[in-house]
């Protein structure tokens, strides 16, 4: 099978493949990376933030050609893909508006007689390593502020996404980033281990599981090159109370279902206090009830999307029945289609044990997997009884209390009557074995940017 190909999950064929990169074509790579950044960073940050500017609306004129190519390559519904491209648009145009004054100039007070200035300068060019599961987000959240910022980016995306990545490209500079600016790249592992250490690309952002943030991790640390990582995460949805769970319990489905489960920081544990367990369980098995497998590109009420990849569906699929056969039931759903398809149907699962190797492990897919609690107490030892740390959700009718169990949730991203807060001007990312940086919101053009003390003595 072709490394680099569009292969529709539903069906297993392979639409389209493309040719991986050579050596002598990663060369030409960093070189043409290295000659851009030369000329971007000279560019005002006004003019780079309205090339940036006009690459929104390219992805807003082109909003129905891109969803469509990512419904097919991964397997999203149409409405979702459309709903990827939108975010992606607003992280951009974020970026294109508020970039400039993120990354202004300011003076600090000094005892030493002169004047202490703060600047934000481009680094060089940048490594990006992104995953399948929000082919565009992904890159804009990424590609965006440091564009603006005056970096240039060589993306290495999923096998799967080559389409979306070359589209990607094609409108950067459409809008007028120079040749080299952001390049996609069809690299293989060592090649990727070739360009972080090569001396011209300054930094690298990578996206995945916990294992490839390790391996990134390591080989940027031992070249001396900042990293972000952005990893897996398990994250807690603490219901307290509620005056109608069966609604709390929509939401929580709603929210762990959507990109067919397979979500960073999807609600993953469901922690439900038992007074309100039994009627929140039955409205989940209610929804996972009667779902058929369906085409993404023309989604039927009542259907589910496939994952990713059919290997995608088979690992979820595998994880479920370890589970059950630790001692965890299956309520509903988890049924893996025949074929070559990538159908994995929504899954309620619960009494999952604590002493379990399943209990420590991320389902990338659609289970939701629930647990009955006694104590706001409990409740917050068992949510932060993970080695993972992204993000994490409290629900109460009573703020104060759901407000008390949040604070000390040990997260990057700590939520209050919502499951995730997800907007271009909010900060993404997490702590522990979840990596470190964050991405969006004023914090995220920051962290590839050389905060230069400029100092002038009197």
Known sequence: MAKYRVQNPATGEIVETFESASDARVEQHLAAADAAYREWRERSVQDRAAV????????????????????????????????????ATDIIEYYAVHGPALITDYEIPSTIPGKAIVEHLPIGALLGVMPWNFP????????????????TILLKHADICARSNLVIQEIFEQAGVPVGGYQAVFTSHEQIATIIADPRVQGVSLTGSERAGAIIGAQAGQHLKKCVLELGGIDPMVVLDADDPAEVARTAWEFRTYNGGQVCNSNKRLIVMADIYDEFVAELVRLAD??????????????????????AAET??????????????????????EGPGAHYSPAVLVDVPRDSESYREEIFGPVATVYKVHSDEEALELANDCSLGLGGSVFSADEARAARVASRLEVGMAH???????????????????????????????????????????
């Open 52 to 87: 940036v500017k006009r690459v929104a609306e390219i992805f807003a004129e082109r909003r129905d050609e891109l969803a469509r190519i990512i419904a097919l390559e991964m397997g999203k519904s149409i409405a979702e893909s459309l709903d990827e491209v939108d975010f």
């Open 136 to 151: 565009y987000y992904q890159v804009a959240r990424f590609a965006a502020p440091n564009l603006v910022l005056g970096n």
């Open 290 to 311: 009667g779902l058929r497998p369906g085409d993404q590109l023309g989604l039927g009420e009542g259907e589910f999307v496939p994952l990713s990849t059919r290997a």
């Open 316 to 337: 979820v699929n595998a994880q479920v029945q370890k589970a059950v056969s630790e001692g965890a039931r299956l309520l509903a759903g988890g049924v893996l289609s």
């Open 416 to 458: 209050v009557n919502i499951i995730a807060a997800e907007a271009a001007e909010i900060p993404f990312g997490g702590v522990k074995r979840s990596g470190f940086g964050r991405e969006m919101g004023p914090i995220g053009i920051g962290e590839f940017a050389n905060k230069r003390l400029y100092f002038v003595a009197k």
